[in-house]
């Protein structure tokens, strides 16, 4: 049974200077939601209550959100009773532990910092600026899957034949309509070179041989190293798989995505819904093209 998470949050977040001067990416609110919080939620809501943050330089303001704020807790306990406890729970949502990543090069150095905490256990790993809406957390269909096949898997979603060249693709013998037994991860690949269409989508479960592959694998471009790169030294030792996950995936890393995230999770609140619809009806009724 998966029992811990380590959500990786260290990133610069340069896409979205100057807001995130002062303040870290993770914590760039849907609506009045700071994003790491969804993932937080996911991984509370598949059964996980030992989460590790592993944050970086100018991320204090993620430790200070899951910690309590007792002055600010005692005036909504006074003025507003909802308000209040869905503050304070925030404090209480799973036992939140913190490291710092001491230099910034890549998403495999980060996962590292993870080996004391994890110890000699599988464990899932959730991106700090993704966002998956789904009815069956992804995170627990990962685990599902996990305890089926006892090996590492990977959360991957279908994406258009000429987008492969953003993402983190894999290749593999189909076991089922969703699942893929792994033999290829290959990074960002042009149209010609990608082994199918199946873009890693910031959700992992990761047995510990993954530290042992992080030890032997050499930096790469930007001297970082990467998960990826790690993986295909893994699947040297072991089984890999992939599952093709039930959800919508957003990713907060880049400024139109985020845009759009805020929009459709606008038109998904209930206070909101209604009047925001009619406002974009309005906006795109009365909108001019830019000129040229």
């Not at 002055?71 to 909504?76: A, D, K, M, N, Q």
């Not at 599952?243 to 957003?250: A, D, I, L, S, V």
Request: charged share 25%; hydrophobic share 40%; proline share 5%.
């Amino acid at each position: 049974m998966i029992k811990k998470a380590v959500i990786p949050a260290a990133g610069l977040g340069t896409r979205f200077l100057p807001a995130t001067k002062a303040q870290p990416k993770e914590m760039l609110p849907i609506i009045d939601t700071p994003t790491i919080q969804y993932v937080v939620q996911e991984a509370v809501n598949s059964g996980i209550e030992d989460i590790l943050i592993i944050s970086g330089k100018g991320k204090r303001a993620i430790e200070d959100h899951f910690d309590h704020n007792y002055e600010l807790e005692e005036r909504l306990q006074q003025k507003d009773e909802a308000l209040y406890q869905e503050i304070s729970r925030l404090s209480d949502m799973a036992n939140i532990y913190f490291i710092r990543q001491k230099e910034i090069v890549g998403l495999g150095d980060a996962i590292r910092y993870a080996c004391q905490h994890t110890g000699n256990e599988p464990f899932a790993v959730l991106l700090g600026d993704t966002i998956i809406d789904s009815v069956i957390p992804v995170t627990q269909q990962l685990m599902d899957m996990y305890e089926q096949y006892h090996a590492s898997i990977i959360a991957v979603e279908t994406v258009p034949a000429d987008k492969v060249n953003r993402y983190g693709i894999v290749g593999g013998k189909k076991i089922s309509d969703s699942i893929l037994q792994l033999d290829q991860f290959v990074e960002k690949p042009s149209v010609d070179q990608a082994p199918s269409n199946l873009a890693i989508a910031g959700r992992y479960i990761l047995t510990p041989e993954i530290f042992k592959a992080l030890d032997e694998t050499p930096k790469g471009k930007n001297n970082e190293l990467q998960l990826t790169d790690a993986l295909l030294s893994l699947l040297k030792r072991e089984k890999i798989y992939s599952h093709t996950f039930e959800g919508k995936r957003y990713d907060i890393g880049n400024k139109l995505d985020f845009l759009k995230t805020n929009v459709e999770f606008a038109l998904k609140r209930q206070e909101f819904a209604d009047p925001f619809f009619k406002f974009l009806q309005e906006i795109v009724a009365s909108h001019k093209p830019p000129k040229d």
